[in-house]
């Protein structure tokens, strides 16, 4: 079955960049998610990509992919005390994309002022 | 605005006492999903509808039933909750292949 695997806790200072990694089992995935989590609020989508592409980017946030080892990451430039929020990567292996997210445990990115 | 809503957001209960979680999305989404969320283990899949009277089980369905009559709503039903049962729960909402939108999520304590 999917099994997608996160670190519990990051510190980045603010100003420096932050990377958030995640690893996946499932070699069929066709589409991989990083979600936001604010205190007491629910998940927002930040950004996907498709299995076929290597990197993506938007803004702050470039998404890099490899297939080969199962990782992706989430690098956000210049990190605020606002980035500061559980970061959930999740898998999907479906062809539609969205019936059924495998979610990782959640990085918890705390930024040092 | 488009949104999925959540009610109640918060329940307190004791073991036994039958609960409806109610979800309810106004973006016309075919599909629908409930997941848990529980410390260290991130969140997972109780269950799933690609569309109306279609359901599937996701990760976690043991102890929990769904319907889904009509497209906009999808209630989360405990028959017979357990202490085991507290978590935050969230619903989620998307077309095919748009983003998944959430909930603001219910806590429930089951005592």
């Known amino acids: 079955g999917e099994d997608v695997e996160q670190s519990l806790f990051l510190s980045v200072r603010e100003g420096d960049s932050s990377v958030i990694n995640c690893t996946y089992t499932?070699?069929?995935?066709?589409?991989l998610y990083w979600y936001k989590q604010e205190p007491g609020a629910g998940l927002q989508l930040l950004t996907y990509?498709?299995?076929?592409?290597d990197m993506k980017q938007d803004q702050r946030l470039t998404v890099l992919l490899n297939k080969k080892d199962k990782h992706l990451s989430l690098r956000i430039a210049d990190t605020q005390t606002g980035d500061s929020a559980i970061y959930f990567c999740?898998?999907?292996?479906?062809?539609?994309?969205?019936?059924?997210?495998?979610f990782g445990t959640g990085t918890r990115l705390t930024i040092i002022p | 605005e488009a949104q999925v809503t959540q009610n109640p957001r918060y329940l307190i209960t004791v073991t036994g006492k039958k609960l409806t979680v109610t979800c309810s999305q106004n973006m016309n989404h075919e599909y629908m999903s409930w997941y848990r969320q529980d410390p260290g283990l991130g969140l997972r899949q109780i269950y799933y509808?690609?569309?109306?009277?279609?359901?599937d089980k996701g990760d976690v369905p043991e102890g929990y039933k769904v319907s889904r009559k009509e497209k906009r709503n999808f209630p989360l039903i405990l028959e017979s909750p357990s202490p085991n049962q507290t978590s935050l729960y969230f619903c989620?909402?998307?077309?095919?292949?748009?983003?998944?939108?959430f909930g603001p999520g219910t806590r429930l304590t089951v005592t």
């Open positions: 999740a898998e999907s292996i479906s062809n539609f994309g969205n019936e059924k997210l495998t």
């Open positions: 509808s690609m569309n109306v009277e279609v359901t």
């Open positions: 989620a909402s998307s077309s095919r292949t748009g983003e998944q939108y």
């Open positions: 499932d070699s069929s995935s066709t589409y």
């Open positions: 990509i498709f299995s076929n592409m």
